[in-house]
């Protein structure tokens, strides 16, 4: 769709008739004031960093790979040097023509804003730095955006509420960040608020993705945060106005709350937010030639306000009621107890432990039954610890053995959302927490068995029946039953492991990612899972036979392949470019420099190539250091992610590196010349597996560079040298 086919400015026509007759003129005429105050205020600032800088000297913000954001979104400009926005501020002020006082041009006037809010925090930036102590957040990274983007924009975290200003009391302002935080919603703070958030005890930060943003020009960290989303995972080139206009309309599904008194220029900010597609509430009785249906709006009832804002914004929760002393949601799902935070912990290697789903028949379950054996958290110390065991049964009239595994893989989010809980690993390696205060507020062991109990049945309907849970820390009565579940895990690993590419003739699309990022089709074979780490071929399979309609759908490789070296079929060739917007023609599984598979921006890792050394390194999510080809994690991200094709480059996940297909036409894994030694030490035994199955020898681990070598090819090329790495001999890669 061109930039000409695409009209954003139909969403505004209800209003416009609404208002046809008694337009809100004196609103209009305060947002053109208001920017024109704002582009002042970004002048002045400008000048004096001119003068004391000079236009050279570099500007941006800390670990982007998007410049400037919403100027690079927006038009499409790489702004690095000071000297640079001069020209922007005047072609941006002379866009607002004073004679005319209309919707269109306050909308205008927002964009305005957006714009002198971008340079008034550069400026501040090149001037202070990245200045903001946590909690305090300022601009939101890329790794976070990354993180919790993905959550934003397929609507996990339902919506966004953007608060500004000052409520009446503390107790209200949190009574309002708190029931936004029961429902999943992702919440910024700017101004008074910011204080009044912290007073009231409100758990806020990254972990949390409540955040309090800082002074009132800072809330453009909310508009930059989400057009890099745009980018991102909605493939939108920079540049395309009105493409990211339409997509932030349609995928961030954001309000503002505006509590307190309102001068121009904040009514000039509301107007950058109903350029973008976002509507404002206001607690001020607004008079009538104030507001506009649906988008500019009074809603004094703090109560209420919230409910009113989501339906205003359509956003739906759908909240199911748990019967924990807790609360449960997304919002919690990064918190992190610490040691002097907790109350108790379960397995985690000190303790023995183990989760496990298990399929079972009509007559061996009782549905809704949760027994706990063993102690209860009210029956030890605070800080000490127990094993523990948690068996789930599980029946459905459609329920299959295989499906197991992809249950027993929620049961981390589940305990995650609970306030209060922490939760890591799975199976025999499950590490559980419950703070100080979920234990105060009366969560006991039985309650674990409730969220499962609801969860299951709420998001697998299709599937899931009854469930029954038995929960023991009993330290004999653990270690009987763990080695039931290992025996179990065991003859999963087995199917897995008994499968290739070679032994079935249907691979898995997954196509779930599609809601952000319209062009990726991830395919799922036995040797490669998906690019998240979460799908494996299995999953993929199990997926399918759940909800034929969902993101997972077979692809016939019954027949022979265009090129096995390569990875290639037609079958996935012609799938993959119906279902690709018609952009991916040609895909090779088993190739990162001709055709390799396209990339969401979920991916657990990114290969790149390294020219000096011959061969590819790998990246992390968590390795936020540079790397030799040039790029961390986050600027590699931004060139490869949103359904991108990028020769040379390829998101993947971490097991993919372990499989024999990784980069097969290139050579393997013996083309591996670099990668964080947090990753080397994590993949471990299994990575020096991979290498004597590849013939490689168990000491080929040992010449792969890590970042305590060097962060350069140039670096790392005499170590490369020095241990003998096989990729120095190879084929040229280029």
Not at 323 to 338: D, H, L, M, Y
Not at 498 to 505: G, N
């Amino acid at each position: 769709m061109s930039v000409e086919e695409l009209n954003f400015e139909e969403i505004y026509k209800d209003a416009e008739e609404a208002i046809k007759d008694n337009p809100p003129t004196r609103l209009f005429q305060r947002a053109i004031n208001g920017a024109i105050i704002a582009c002042g205020y970004a002048e002045i600032l400008l000048s004096k960093a001119l003068a004391d800088y000079g236009p050279d000297a570099k500007v941006g913000y800390p670990d982007t790979a998007y410049f400037l954001p919403v100027i690079r979104s927006l038009s499409g400009e790489e702004v690095t040097q000071l000297g640079q926005l001069q020209p922007i501020l005047n072609r941006m002020r002379a866009q607002i023509k004073e004679n005319e006082v209309n919707f269109e041009m306050a909308r205008l006037a927002g964009e305005t804003t957006a714009y002198a809010a971008e340079i008034i925090e550069t400026v501040h930036y090149l001037r202070y730095g990245h200045r903001h102590v946590e909690p305090w957040t300022g601009f939101i990274e890329d790794p976070i955006m990354r993180k919790y983007g993905i959550l934003m924009v397929d609507w996990t975290i339902p919506g966004e509420a953007v608060i500004i200003g000052k409520a009446k009391t503390t107790e209200d302002l949190g009574n309002i960040a708190r029931e936004l935080m029961s429902m999943g919603m992702m919440t910024f703070f700017c101004n008074e608020v910011c204080e009044q958030v912290f007073e009231a005890k409100v758990k806020v930060g990254k972990d949390y993705f409540q955040f309090p943003l800082g002074n009132f020009t800072q809330v453009i960290h909310v508009v930059n945060y989400a057009l890099r989303a745009g980018i991102a995972f909605g493939g939108i080139e920079p540049g395309l106005r009105d493409h990211h206009r339409d997509y932030q309309r349609r995928r961030i599904r954001a309000f503002i709350l505006h509590l307190g008194e309102i001068d121009d220029v904040q009514v000039a900010a509301h107007f950058a937010a109903i350029f973008l597609g976002f509507p404002v509430i206001c607690d001020s009785e607004l008079p009538e030639d104030h507001q506009i249906p649906g988008w500019y709006e009074s809603h004094p009832d703090y109560e209420t306000m919230v409910k009113y804002a989501m339906e205003v914004r359509g956003v739906k929760v759908e909240i199911v009621d748990i019967p924990v002393p807790i609360a449960i949601g997304p919002s919690f799902e990064g918190e992190t107890i610490r040691r002097g935070d907790m109350h108790v912990e379960f397995g985690g290697g000190k303790q023995t432990g183990f989760e496990i789903v298990r399929s079972v028949t009509a007559d061996e379950i009782e549905d809704g039954k949760i027994t706990v054996e063993g102690p209860d958290t009210d029956e030890v110390e605070e800080g000490s610890g127990l094993p523990i065991g948690i068996w789930v049964k599980v029946y459905g009239k459609k329920m299959q053995d295989d499906f197991e595994g992809v249950l027993e893989r929620r049961l981390h989010d589940f305990f995650n959302y609970g306030e209060g809980l922490w939760h890591m690993g799975q199976r025999d390696i499950n590490w559980m927490r419950i703070s100080k205060d979920a234990f105060e507020k009366g969560f006991r062991l039985e309650h674990y068995g409730e969220i499962i109990l609801a969860k299951l049945k709420n998001e697998f309907p299709a599937i899931v029946d009854r469930v029954e849970i038995f929960i023991t820390t009993d330290q004999a009565k653990v270690e009987e039953l763990m080695e039931q579940a290992k025996e179990v895990y065991t003859e999963r690993d087995k199917r897995l492991e008994e499968l290739s590419d070679e032994s079935v003739d249907t691979f898995y699309s997954c196509i779930l990612c599609q809601s952000f990022a319209p062009a990726q089709v991830c395919v799922v074979t036995p040797d490669r899972t998906g690019l998240c780490g979460a799908v494996s071929w299995l999953d993929g399979r199990a997926s399918y036979e759940i909800d034929p309609n969902g993101p997972c759908r077979p692809i016939d490789v019954s027949e022979d392949p265009v090129d096995p070296e390569k990875g290639q079929w037609e079958s996935v060739n012609e799938y993959v470019f119906e279902n690709s917007q018609r952009k991916t023609e040609i895909l090779n599984l088993y190739s990162i420099m001709e055709y390799p598979m396209t990339s969401c921006g979920c991916f657990e890792a990114i290969s790149a190539l390294v020219p000096e050394a011959n061969g590819v390194m790998v990246t992390t999510r968590e390795h936020g250091g540079e790397t030799p080809c040039g790029m961390n994690f986050s600027t590699l991200a931004g060139s490869v992610g949103g359904g991108m094709q990028t020769p040379g480059f390829m998101g993947h996940s971490k097991q993919y590196i372990l499989s024999d297909k990784f980069i097969k036409a290139e050579g393997g894994l013996a083309r591996l010349v670099w990668m964080p030694k947090s990753l080397k030490e994590s993949l471990g035994d299994d990575l020096k597996k991979a290498a004597e199955d590849a013939g490689l020898g168990a000491d080929f681990v040992d010449k792969i560079a890590d970042e305590t070598v060097g962060t350069t090819g140039e670096e790392i090329l005499p170590f490369l040298e020095e241990k003998g790495h096989p990729a120095l001999n190879m084929d040229p890669l280029m």
